[in-house]
């Protein structure tokens, strides 16, 4: 199990903990724990129903590496038509 240090926050393989700190207008201020330097802002319709200031939550972030090839090869697809396109109106 890989674990890093980012800041103060310590992740396992992309998860984190958060403390809910406070909601400001339809944002959930969270801290990541650790430290709780980190602050990151969160649109309240993300969050688990319920959740409240002080609740701590598991936060996961993953990268999808397949999701990244095929957004690649999209838009790899989309600049071949573009330079087709103008070599044809040329």
Known sequence: MDMYLVGYAIHREGLMKATIDRVEDKL???????????????PLILLPEGSKEGDILNISIQKDEMETEAAKNRVLSLIDKLKSKNKQGS
Not at 28 to 42: D, F
């Open 28 to 42: 959930a201020v969270l801290l990541i724990r650790n430290g709780e330097s980190i602050k990151l802002n969160v």
